[in-house]
């Protein structure tokens, strides 16, 4: 099969309507998209990445308003969240309706729902009248998209078209929540922040992110975000002078020094430092290095979802 790239949304459409797969871009990063309500499509899903069938999925909608069409109660938190940050780099774990797969959400009883806020994945789902399975754009474990060129690296060949929105603004997946009695449970750190959340509800949330250890939430494995070079997140300079001979690339961030390697932030904005972070590990991977060092961001902002994908990117190479 040949991969074509463009932005033609009409040709999205069409292969989408027929069943075949499209990666779309999104704010956070590329998703590889079928139709949600065919069973046979999003089985395809599965099959393209080498995702193992327990790993659920998200399906993404054009407005808040059709997101009771697939789920049988909106709790309240969910509700005061969506009006605030939907469309956006968040997604909700809702009480699934029957007419959704059980492939889609892995036999687990809640789906999970985004509004992306991607002007050409927005105008596509507009024109759709199902809504969008979509996990990010790469074989199963590997480092996800930010850019159309990203998801040839990894999809060339298996899939019929990209739809090319550019450099994905956010760079790191969206935030999970999850919605346990009047609790709101954060499952996943992304593109929205604790602190945003807890400000928006005016109340504390819990962080109960799932590893492989524990699996509060399945497929939330420990082994994702992997380069090929091994990635050790560490202190930069202690490494560089314990390994002298090693070729070490340094991906860091701020005033820090970070030659040879890559500076996610120079000025220091963890939002910056998110929109760089895939990209940055793709080219350190590309590289040719022995080791690739990451030291820890700081805890405000997208920090912790910047140090959790790092983590889970170091776990691989034990
Ligand atoms: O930003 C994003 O969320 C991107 C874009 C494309 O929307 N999507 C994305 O999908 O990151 P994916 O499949 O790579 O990650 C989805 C995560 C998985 O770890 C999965 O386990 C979890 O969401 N998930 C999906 N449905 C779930 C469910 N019903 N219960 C618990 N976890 C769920
Ligand atoms: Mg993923």
Redesign the pocket.
């Known amino acids: 099969m040949v991969t074509v790239l463009g932005n033609d949304i009409e040709r999205a459409k069409s292969l989408l309507d027929r069943g075949e797969l499209v990666a779309?871009p999104?704010?956070?990063?590329?998703?590889?998209?079928a139709n949600a309500l065919n069973e046979a499509a999003v089985l395809n899903i599965f099959k393209a990445k080498n995702?193992p069938q327990f790993?659920?999925?998200?399906i993404?909608l054009p407005f808040w308003q059709l997101v009771k069409q697939y789920v049988r109660y909106l709790p309240p938190a969910a509700q005061e969240l969506a009006m605030h940050f939907s469309p956006g780099?968040i997604?909700y774990?809702l009480p699934?309706k029957d007419i959704l797969p059980d492939l889609?959400?892995?036999g687990?009883?809640?789906?999970?729902v985004?509004i992306?806020a991607h002007p050409l994945t927005l105008q596509l789902l507009r024109s759709l009248n199902y809504p969008l399975a979509?996990?990010?754009?790469?074989p199963f474990g590997y480092v996800?998209p930010t850019l159309a060129q990203h998801v040839l690296q990894g999809l060339n060949g298996k899939i019929p078209y990209v739809l090319d929105g550019g450099q994905s603004s956010?760079g790191?997946?969206?935030t999970?929540v999850?919605f346990e009695g009047d609790a709101v449970v954060i499952?996943?750190l992304?593109?929205i922040s604790q602190a945003d959340i807890e400000t928006t509800l005016g109340k504390k949330v819990q962080v109960a992110i799932?590893s492989s250890d524990h699996p509060?939430?399945?497929?939330?494995?420990n082994s994702?975000y992997a380069t090929q070079t091994p990635l050790v997140v560490g202190h930069a300079a202690q490494l560089l002078a314990q390994f002298p001979q090693k070729n070490i690339l340094v991906m860091g961030f701020g005033s820090m020094a970070c030659t040879p390697g890559y500076n996610l932030s120079p000025q220091g904005s963890t939002d910056e430092a998110a929109r760089n972070l895939f990209a940055m590990m793709r080219q350190a991977d590309a590289a040719g290095a022995d080791l690739i060092v990451a030291p820890k961001l700081p805890h405000t902002g997208l920090g912790p979802a910047i140090n959790d994908r790092l983590l889970r990117a170091q776990h691989h190479q034990k």
């Open positions: 779309i999104t704010e956070t990063v590329y998703g590889l998209a995702r790993n659920p999925l998200i993404h780099p997604t774990l699934k889609l959400t892995a687990h009883p809640k789906v999970a985004r992306p979509a996990p990010s754009a790469n996800s956010i790191v997946e969206s999970i999850d499952r996943r992304g593109g799932a509060v939430a399945p497929g939330m494995l994702h």
